[in-house]
């Protein structure tokens, strides 16, 4: 059983949206901080957004601010990120990550942006 399974990655325009979702099974997903990564080829892997466990408190990249929107159900034991005004330099595999005193990977949802 994957813990966290990413989904909704794809290939977007530039402007353009997309909804990622963190889907987790098997712990205690309302007692998790859940945070959002992403990798872009050839750099080290960076934060984009984190929501805390009971979705109170927010924090967000400078780079992300303003177009991005973390948020989590957690009767439906899923975080999401709303990734509006979409540019190439996003481009990168997006991971999920749950922490509390263990943390938790998914395997990572590629977003392409581009013309």
């Known amino acids: 059983q994957v813990p966290l399974v990413e989904s909704g990655g794809g290939l977007v325009q530039p402007g353009g949206s997309l909804r990622l979702s963190c889907a987790a099974s098997g712990f205690t997903f309302s007692s998790y901080t859940i945070t959002w990564y992403r990798q872009a080829p050839g750099k080290e892997r960076e934060f984009v957004a984190l929501?805390?466990?009971?979705?109170?408190?927010?924090n967000y990249a400078d780079s992300v601010k303003g177009r991005f929107t973390i948020s989590r159900d957690n009767t439906k034991n899923t975080a999401y990120l709303q990734m509006n005004s979409l540019e190439p330099g996003d481009t990168a595999v997006y991971y999920c990550?749950?922490?509390?005193?263990?943390?938790?990977w998914g395997q990572g949802t590629q977003v392409t942006v581009s013309s």
């Open positions: 990550n749950a922490r509390r005193l263990k943390q938790y």
């Open positions: 929501i805390t466990s009971a979705g109170s408190s927010t």
